[in-house]
């Protein structure tokens, strides 16, 4: 089976209610092998279990926007830093916090093959 792209807003904006579902089923891609991040999945797992601290539900309207950055092309790293630090910084307590760091960790993979892809236009294989 063909493995299907990561869900992408530049072909329509996403609410947040359509960010977070795209995010849901893109965890749901990764647990049936469609698709191969592993950021989504459950680290103590011997099998595709999705992670049971990633609630697409605590995703943010800040997530959603950098993610529209990110796949718009436009995100820089004065724009990502910032935005992670301060995820970085929520309260252990805050219980967004485990699902949103998962969601840095894979845009901050995805924000980083863009700039490259900006810097060395098509050098990437």
């Keep these: 089976?063909?493995?299907?792209?990561?869900?992408?807003?530049?072909?329509?904006k996403l609410s947040l209610l359509?960010?977070?579902?795209?995010?849901a089923?893109?965890?749901?891609?990764?647990?049936?092998?469609?698709y191969g991040s592993g950021h989504f999945l459950d680290p103590g797992s011997?099998?595709?279990?999705?992670?049971?601290d990633f609630d697409t539900s605590?995703?943010?309207?800040?997530?959603?926007?950098?993610?529209?950055?990110?796949?718009?092309?436009?995100?820089?790293?004065?724009?990502?830093y910032p935005y992670r630090s301060t995820v970085i910084a929520?309260?252990?307590?805050?219980?967004?916090k485990k699902s949103r760091m998962l969601f840095v960790e894979?845009?901050?993979?995805k924000a980083m093959n863009a700039i490259f892809e900006h810097v060395f236009p098509g050098k990437r294989k």
């Design 90 to 96: 929520l309260d252990e307590k805050n219980e967004a």
């Design 25 to 34: 089923g893109l965890a749901a891609k990764e647990a049936a092998e469609e």
């Design 58 to 80: 605590k995703l943010t309207e800040d997530d959603r926007e950098i993610w529209e950055k990110i796949e718009g092309g436009t995100i820089t790293m004065e724009e990502f």
């Design 18 to 23: 359509g960010f977070q579902e795209a995010m």
């Design 1 to 12: 089976m063909e493995k299907e792209q990561i869900p992408t807003l530049n072909r329509e």
């Design 46 to 52: 011997k099998t595709r279990e999705p992670n049971p």
């Design 106 to 109: 894979f845009a901050g993979n």
